[in-house]
C-alpha cells in the first residue's frame, strides 16, 4: 500500500458557497492562487467552531475571488499539517508565502519520493 505524502485532491474555486458546503470536521486545507501556486497550508482545529467549513469560509471572505482550495478531513490534523508544510518544502525550497510570515515552530524536514 502506497503512502501519500501530498494532498492532490481537485481544487475548488474559494468562495462563502463552496465553504459553506464543507463539513464541520478537523483537518487540513490548502489555498492557492488562480495559477494553482500554493500560497498556504492551513488547519482546522479544536479552536475552529465549525471546523473546516469555518477557516475556508474566513479565508474565503479574507482573500476575495481568484483563489481556490483544497481540503482533507483528518483527526491527526496537526501531525497532517506540519507533514504537508514539509512536503513543500522539500519540493519547493521555502514554505508557501503566507506561512512563511508566520512559520511554525521546530518543523522538520521531510525527504518524499
Known amino acids: 500500500m502506497a503512502i501519500r505524502l501530498r494532498l492532490d485532491k481537485p481544487w475548488q474555486p474559494l468562495t462563502a458557497e463552496a465553504a459553506t458546503r464543507l463539513p464541520g470536521q478537523l483537518g487540513v486545507y ?17 479552536r475552529s467552531p465549525f471546523g473546516l467549513r469555518s477557516e475556508l469560509q474566513r ?8 483563489h481556490q482550495f483544497r481540503v ?8 497532517r499539517w506540519f507533514e ?14 503566507d506561512n512563511a510570515k508566520n512559520p511554525p515552530p521546530a518543523l522538520g524536514r521531510l525527504s518524499p519520493a
Open 30 to 46: 490548502q489555498v492557492a492562487d488562480a495559477k494553482g501556486t500554493i500560497i498556504y497550508i492551513g488547519q482546522a482545529g479544536a
Open 84 to 97: 504537508l508544510l514539509m512536503v513543500h518544502k522539500a519540493d519547493h525550497g521555502s514554505l508557501p508565502v
Open 72 to 79: 482533507e478531513v483528518n483527526q491527526q490534523y496537526r501531525t
Open 59 to 66: 479565508e474565503a471572505s479574507a482573500r476575495g475571488p481568484g
